[in-house]
């Protein structure tokens, strides 16, 4: 081998050298990064289970245990009878109360 082949393969495997040693770097940072978001949205998501799990325990299972709810529940949810009478929707404003009577003077024509 002559110096000029020794030159050209030493340069080359150098070179080689220099871009795999970028390659495994830029792939352990990628790595670092996504194990850190990884690690990010499951501190996130234990963090909001637990919020989740202390609303429940202090503001909703002591107004079930103690039956207050009941009172915000529909007649049909809490288990009373239905209303008797008409189930017709009554009309959303008396007849009197038209859109002339509620303008009155305003009315414009």
């Not at 194990?35 to 963090?47: C, D, E, G, I, Y």
Request: glycine share 6%; hydrophobic share 50%; no cysteine.
């Amino acid at each position: 081998m002559e110096v000029a082949d020794v030159v050209v393969v030493w340069s080359v495997s150098t070179l080689l050298v220099r871009v795999l040693s970028v390659v495994v770097v830029g792939l352990t940072v990628a790595v670092v990064v996504a194990a850190s978001v990884v690690v990010v949205l499951v501190v996130f998501v234990l963090v909001f289970d637990v919020a989740v799990a202390v609303t429940v325990v202090t503001d909703i299972f002591p107004l079930v245990s103690t039956g207050s709810v009941e009172g915000d529940l529909s007649p049909f949810e809490s288990g009373h009878p239905e209303p008797h009478g008409s189930t017709e929707q009554q009309p959303r404003n008396p007849p009197e109360q038209t859109y002339q009577s509620v303008l009155g003077a305003h009315a414009v024509s």
